[in-house]
């Protein structure tokens, strides 16, 4: 069998729960999802952002993922490491239909996970992973999916504009603002224009306070920057 339903959960230890079998078919379940979300099918293009955090066995679960995906006919985003904040943005900035983050968040090492959206809604895990997982569901298809190479600069860059907007605007004083522009030329220069917009008004708000930032997980390394900018 893949898993144990009474066992699973939503962040595992690594090797003893989390197998190389489980994160295949949990790839191909999260690709069942898509698919049948979006009412598309292989030929018009579902697309998925991929990323993970610092934690060694990051790379090995999210390179499983991507297979699983790839061979259910999903193009994938690789938006390599990064928080899940940034992964939710990922999506939006890629105009992507679903995305996951493999993090264990505040778990120590030995544990990972796999947090898996819709858009830019969390899925159940118990409700929506698990029933479609233990009954094999599926989809089936010889079309193959392809890696979409992203700028990851340039990404980091508009992700850090939009941290700073969230903190001067609120989410609603940018997202209402990008949430409909293209991807691409038209979204970057609505992210820059805001960008420019609040500079002058970040400096008064931050000015003369003292931080200490925890990157956390390791993938905020550059939050720091933000406050210093």
């Known amino acids: 069998g893949i898993a144990q339903p009474e066992k699973l959960k939503s962040r595992q230890e690594v090797y003893q729960e989390i197998t190389p079998k489980l994160v295949f078919y949990l790839g191909k379940t999260f690709a069942k999802i898509l698919f049948d979300e979006t009412s598309k099918s292989p030929e018009e293009g579902v697309f998925a952002s991929v ?18 995906l790839i061979s259910s006919g999903i193009n994938v985003n ?10 939710y943005f990922s999506v939006i900035y890629y105009n992507c239909d679903g995305g996951v983050s493999i993090t264990a968040s505040h778990n120590t090492t030995e544990f990972n996970g796999m947090k898996q959206v819709k858009g830019v809604r969390n899925l159940e895990t118990k409700q929506e992973i698990w029933p479609k997982l233990m009954s094999f569901d599926c989809i089936n298809t010889d079309r193959r999916g392809n890696i979409q ?76 920057e933000i406050f210093k900018e």
Not at 52 to 66: E, H, M, Q
Not at 78 to 87: E, G, N, Q, W
Not at 188 to 214: A, H, S, Y
């Open 51 to 68: 990323s993970c955090d610092v934690r060694g066995s990051g790379l090995w679960i999210k390179d499983i993922f991507k297979r699983a």
């Open 78 to 87: 690789d938006s390599k490491m990064a928080t899940t904040p940034m992964l």
């Open 149 to 224: 190479e992203i700028n990851e600069f340039e990404y980091r860059e508009a992700y850090k504009i939009m941290v700073k907007a969230h903190a001067v605007l609120g989410i609603r004083g940018w997202f209402e603002r990008i949430k409909d522009k293209k991807p691409g030329r038209e979204l970057q220069e609505e992210i820059d224009k805001i960008g420019q917009e609040i500079r002058q008004i970040q400096k008064e708000i931050f000015k003369g306070l003292r931080l200490v930032v925890d990157p956390g997980s390791g993938a905020a390394f550059f939050a720091g």
